[in-house]
């Protein structure tokens, strides 16, 4: 896994997501989101413990590896979209990949970037993340748990979570609706920035990032000396 290095700036990485937001269908997003490490990935990264070696490999080895599950979200996504917009009556818009400028080892590629008026406010921002499970309704996905007053909720220790978290923390939007559509029901939850969540995954991320290039620096030795 070779990861990108130097600093992005602030003009280079708008222009980038604006190149970027056909996503999967753009050889550019590609590109770019092969040399860094993505919001996809916060949950495995800050997890680890030890064995990061085997961490790079495999994340290297699923950077263009589309599963089943991921293939039904992007044919389904336009739908659920659509769907939030007619439900919530807020404005989505396209959104490529993200490099923050301060942690440009990292990336993420929102669902969609949201609109927000009520009534003559000024309008507000933040963020979609869109699920579309091969599943008839929400009380059977896993990564819900229900509350005392029979609201189900994302569970914090998933990974869907830390994902949504990172999005937050680069692209430094206040909020992310998670939407999760099911063939028989929804569910529509708003998910808040959590700063010291996200400090501790951005450090953690970045750890990672400098034993990865420890890593990187060794096996070049390793074969010129072979």
């Not at 008026?117 to 979609?128: A, K, M, R, T």
């Not at 609706?177 to 708003?190: G, I, M, T």
Request: net charge positive.
């Amino acid at each position: 896994m070779r990861i990108a290095t130097q600093n992005s700036a602030l003009p280079d990485s708008i222009a980038l997501e604006h190149q970027t937001r056909e996503q999967n269908t753009n050889t550019l997003w590609f590109q770019t989101r092969s040399i860094r490490m993505t919001s996809t990935s916060f949950k495995r990264i800050c997890s680890r413990i030890d064995d990061h070696g085997s961490l790079v490999a495999s994340l290297k080895s699923v950077t263009s590896v589309q599963t089943k599950a991921m293939k039904r979200g992007v044919e389904l996504e336009h739908i659920a979209a659509t769907q939030y917009t007619k439900i919530t009556g807020n404005q989505v818009y396209p959104c490529g990949f993200v490099v923050n400028p301060h942690a440009p080892h990292l990336g993420t590629s929102p669902d969609r970037k949201v609109k927000e008026q009520i009534g003559n406010e000024s309008p507000q921002y933040g963020l979609l993340d869109i699920k579309c499970p091969s599943k008839d309704s929400i009380t059977k996905c896993p990564y819900f748990s229900i509350q005392t007053d029979g609201i189900y909720k994302l569970k914090g220790c998933h990974n869907y979570y830390d994902k949504v978290i990172g999005q937050l923390g680069l692209t430094g939007m206040p909020w992310c609706d998670f939407f999760v559509r099911c063939a028989e029901d929804y569910h529509l939850e708003r998910i808040h920035f959590h700063v010291a969540k996200w400090e501790q995954k951005k450090k953690t991320s970045l750890t990672f990032f400098s034993l990865n290039i420890t890593l990187q620096i060794n096996l070049k030795k390793n074969n010129k000396i072979t």
